[in-house]
C-alpha cells in the first residue's frame, strides 16, 4: 500500500494547485498514529519547516502554522489502521519464511 501527504491550495486565480508527498512504509504506523491522537484530542496540529545545511546546521524555517483536522467516519480510519497492520504482519511472515530457508 502507498500512504501519501496531500497538500491543495489556490492561486489567486482560482487555479488548484496540489503537491503529493510519499510518506515511507516505514512511516506508515507511527503517521497514522499521530493522525488519530489529533482527531481524538481535538487539538490543532503545528506545521513548521526545518532547513538541514549539507554541514547538518540546523535552522528552523520563518514559515509556520496551525490546524485542526476533520476525520470521516471512525469506521473509515479504523478500516485503514487495519489495512496498515495487516501489510505489516505480512511483512514480517514473509521475513521470518526467508529466515527459515
Known amino acids: 500500500m502507498k500512504l501519501r501527504l496531500i497538500l491543495k491550495t489556490n492561486t489567486k ?3 488548484e494547485i496540489t503537491l503529493k508527498l ?3 512504509p516505514s512511516k506508515h504506523i507511527g503517521f497514522i498514529n499521530f493522525i488519530n491522537l489529533a482527531l481524538k484530542q481535538d487539538l490543532p496540529i503545528e506545521l513548521s ?11 528552523e524555517s520563518k514559515i509556520f502554522g496551525q490546524f485542526k483536522l476533520q ?3 471512525d469506521s473509515q480510519l479504523y478500516g485503514l ?7 505489516v504482519r505480512k511483512k514480517k511472515k514473509l521475513q ?4 527459515q530457508k
Open 13 to 15: 486565480k482560482k487555479k
Open 96 to 99: 521470518q519464511k526467508r529466515k
Open 49 to 59: 519547516f526545518e532547513k538541514i545545511s549539507k554541514t547538518g546546521e540546523r535552522e
Open 22 to 24: 510519499s510518506i515511507p
Open 81 to 87: 489502521e487495519e489495512e496498515l497492520h495487516e501489510e
Open 71 to 73: 476525520g470521516k467516519p
